[in-house]
């Protein structure tokens, strides 16, 4: 009777769950609504489980919430459309300020004439490869695919792009993968036990050494063209598969009973062979079923192991499919020796290498906007510095390059109780980025330097005929005088203005043509 009744009720609310889940962006604000809906569509959970998870959303008033939700987007469709990209979130109103939203979540290094040498606040990439990007993390719920505790124990992944977090222990790796996910901030730390496995998250710890193995999640629907074949398609290409096969082993029975051999190649096999070999390693490969594959690794540092190192190692090394490595830093400890040692390891690797700083909440938290943005834009100096120092040694792990490292750094609070989801939507964006699955639609920018300054009206185009030539000014000398040097009042000031560059007491005549 129980059973009926909650098969009753499951499939009832079905829809309305599924459409919870797939817009986890949409349903943030009551992470414990996003929970449930998940854990109900879990087919692995059990029955009282998701009895107890149904009157609970029932008593969170989830009914209302998903009704005002529906009404809101699309109603027929189980997902929001790809494109227009949802509207921007409402500006906060009047006396209610968010300082986490007024920090910037992606930093570039200043440009080395700059005399402030400080982070310069990176451009947001488009909306619509934001949300492409969330689109793949969000549009269906993570799938926990393996966890392995060595290299050759990881099962084989010959189409998926995979991307890796990498990290000291506890600086908050899976809770940045929970987080990717749509778990909100509090929800995304507090994943414990058998129900965070259960909900296909990753298990996070206040203890350091929570993660001891390699743990697999998949992300978003494979391409079509890949791994999300039709039926009718599977169904054709199967068809021609075994046509080509009977007519091989066809044409061997006829040169066999001419007394001929079976065509042979180089390598002593026959082509029915290599065929056989081929459809055996079809079977043995599952078809791609996530756009993206995310690893979870055991942290380095405290509570780790020294075999673990030798396995992150093999599989940096050897993994076919992965596309690049996230390290993540903590940004209230900063850089440490043993993220310089990652670092060798990845150039040593030549993977692609992006470096994402966690717990950025714990910065503003307490202090003014200004001085938690001047500690992020301290550390992210000191990785660029050090990042610039170990690239000396290689010629194709470079800034920027193919297989370098990115020199855009990303702030993330994945764990933020609060304000959770700070620099999510980026991070996605540069881990999709790094998989290959969105663009960089963005326009290099001069820092400092606006392309079309507010209120300038933009430039009319004429044809070549038309345009009116100035006449030539005459060439005129010019004297340009240097200020007289600032009065010095402080000892470092002191030794500034000895340095040749800064004395500024000869005038210098300078020819200049306009
Ligand atoms: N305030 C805050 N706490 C965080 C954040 N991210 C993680 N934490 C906390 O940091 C602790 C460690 O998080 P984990 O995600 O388990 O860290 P990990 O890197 O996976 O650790 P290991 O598995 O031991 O390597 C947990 O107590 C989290 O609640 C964050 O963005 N803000
Ligand atoms: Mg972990």
């Given at each position: 009777?129980?059973?009926?009744?909650?098969?009753?009720?499951?499939?009832?609310?079905?829809?309305?769950?599924?459409?919870?889940?797939?817009?986890?962006?949409?349903?943030?604000?009551?992470?414990?609504?996003?929970?449930?809906?998940?854990?109900?569509?879990?087919?692995?959970?059990?029955?009282?489980?998701?009895?107890?998870?149904?009157?609970?959303?029932?008593?969170?008033?989830?009914?209302?919430?998903?009704?005002?939700?529906?009404?809101?987007?699309?109603?027929?469709?189980?997902?929001?459309?790809?494109?227009?990209?949802?509207?921007?979130?409402?500006?906060?109103?009047?006396?209610?300020?968010?300082?986490?939203?007024?920090?910037?979540?992606?930093?570039?290094?200043?440009?080395?004439?700059?005399?402030?040498?400080?982070?310069?606040?990176?451009?947001?990439?488009?909306?619509?490869?934001?949300?492409?990007?969330?689109?793949?993390?969000?549009?269906?719920?993570?799938?926990?695919?393996?966890?392995?505790?060595?290299?050759?124990?990881?099962?084989?992944?010959?189409?998926?792009?995979?991307?890796?977090?990498?990290?000291?222990?506890?600086?908050?790796?899976?809770?940045?993968?929970?987080?990717?996910?749509?778990?909100?901030?509090?929800?995304?730390?507090?994943?414990?036990?058998?129900?965070?496995?259960?909900?296909?998250?990753?298990?996070?710890?206040?203890?350091?050494?929570?993660?001891?193995?390699?743990?697999?999640?998949?992300?978003?629907?494979?391409?079509?063209?890949?791994?999300?074949?039709?039926?009718?398609?599977?169904?054709?290409?199967?068809?021609?598969?075994?046509?080509?096969?009977?007519?091989?082993?066809?044409?061997?029975?006829?040169?066999?009973?001419?007394?001929?051999?079976?065509?042979?190649?180089?390598?002593?096999?026959?082509?029915?062979?290599?065929?056989?070999?081929?459809?055996?390693?079809?079977?043995?490969?599952?078809?791609?079923?996530?756009?993206?594959?995310?690893?979870?690794?055991?942290?380095?540092?405290?509570?780790?192991?020294?075999?673990?190192?030798?396995?992150?190692?093999?599989?940096?090394?050897?993994?076919?499919?992965?596309?690049?490595?996230?390290?993540?830093?903590?940004?209230?400890?900063?850089?440490?020796?043993?993220?310089?040692?990652?670092?060798?390891?990845?150039?040593?690797?030549?993977?692609?290498?992006?470096?994402?700083?966690?717990?950025?909440?714990?910065?503003?938290?307490?202090?003014?906007?200004?001085?938690?943005?001047?500690?992020?834009?301290?550390?992210?100096?000191?990785?660029?510095?050090?990042?610039?120092?170990?690239?000396?040694?290689?010629?194709?792990?470079?800034?920027?390059?193919?297989?370098?490292?990115?020199?855009?750094?990303?702030?993330?609070?994945?764990?933020?109780?609060?304000?959770?989801?700070?620099?999510?939507?980026?991070?996605?964006?540069?881990?999709?980025?790094?998989?290959?699955?969105?663009?960089?639609?963005?326009?290099?920018?001069?820092?400092?330097?606006?392309?079309?300054?507010?209120?300038?009206?933009?430039?009319?185009?004429?044809?070549?005929?038309?345009?009116?030539?100035?006449?030539?000014?005459?060439?005129?000398?010019?004297?340009?005088?240097?200020q007289e040097p600032e009065k010095i009042t402080t000892f470092e000031g002191l030794r500034r203005a000895t340095t040749p560059k800064q004395s500024g007491v000869r005038q210098k005549r300078l020819k200049a043509t306009f």
């Amino acid at each position: 009777m129980t059973h009926l009744r909650l098969t009753a009720t499951v499939t009832a609310t079905a829809p309305a769950l599924r459409h919870i889940v797939s817009n986890p962006p949409v349903f943030r604000s009551s992470p414990a609504v996003f929970l449930c809906a998940h854990r109900c569509l879990s087919t692995s959970a059990p029955r009282h489980r998701r009895e107890v998870d149904i009157r609970r959303m029932r008593e969170r008033g989830w009914g209302t919430a998903y009704k005002q939700r529906k009404s809101e987007l699309e109603p027929s469709s189980p997902l929001p459309p790809l494109s227009p990209p949802p509207p921007p979130p409402p500006p906060p109103k009047d006396g209610e300020t968010d300082s986490s939203s007024t920090i910037p979540t992606s930093y570039l290094p200043p440009p080395s004439n700059d005399p402030n040498q400080r982070a310069v606040p990176a451009v947001a990439p488009s909306a619509s490869s934001l949300y492409h990007a969330t689109h793949i993390f969000s549009s269906r719920p993570p799938k926990f695919l393996y966890s392995a505790g060595r290299f050759l124990e990881l099962p084989r992944n010959p189409h998926t792009p995979e991307v890796c977090l990498i990290g000291r222990s506890n600086v908050g790796k899976s809770t940045l993968i929970n987080a990717l996910a749509g778990l909100s901030g509090s929800a995304a730390r507090s994943s414990h036990g058998l129900q965070a496995r259960r909900a296909n998250s990753a298990i996070t710890s206040r203890k350091a050494g929570c993660t001891v193995t390699l743990n697999g999640y998949g992300f978003g629907e494979p391409p079509a063209a890949i791994g999300g074949l039709k039926r009718e398609q599977k169904q054709e290409q199967g068809e021609e598969e075994q046509q080509e096969e009977e007519e091989i082993e066809k044409e061997e029975k006829e040169r066999e009973g001419a007394g001929g051999k079976a065509k042979t190649t180089q390598s002593g096999k026959s082509r029915a062979d290599r065929r056989q070999e081929a459809k055996e390693a079809r079977l043995r490969d599952p078809p791609r079923a996530h756009a993206l594959v995310m690893v979870d690794m055991p942290g380095y540092g405290l509570g780790s192991e020294v075999a673990w190192g030798k396995e992150i190692q093999k599989y940096l090394e050897r993994r076919v499919m992965l596309k690049g490595a996230v390290v993540l830093i903590d940004s209230v400890a900063g850089i440490k020796d043993l993220d310089r040692a990652v670092f060798k390891s990845l150039r040593a690797a030549g993977l692609k290498t992006a470096v994402v700083l966690t717990k950025v909440d714990k910065l503003i938290e307490g202090k003014d906007r200004e001085r938690a943005q001047g500690r992020i834009q301290e550390v992210c100096l000191s990785i660029w510095n050090e990042l610039r120092r170990i690239e000396r040694h290689s010629e194709t792990w470079t800034e920027g390059g193919e297989n370098g490292w990115e020199n855009e750094i990303f702030v993330t609070g994945a764990g933020d109780p609060k304000n959770g989801g700070l620099g999510i939507e980026e991070a996605r964006w540069a881990i999709c980025k790094m998989a290959g699955l969105v663009e960089d639609t963005r326009e290099a920018v001069v820092p400092g330097l606006e392309a079309n300054p507010a209120g300038a009206a933009p430039p009319k185009i004429v044809s070549f005929d038309d345009i009116v030539w100035a006449p030539a000014k005459p060439v005129e000398e010019k004297t340009v005088v240097q200020q007289e040097p600032e009065k010095i009042t402080t000892f470092e000031g002191l030794r500034r203005a000895t340095t040749p560059k800064q004395s500024g007491v000869r005038q210098k005549r300078l020819k200049a043509t306009f």
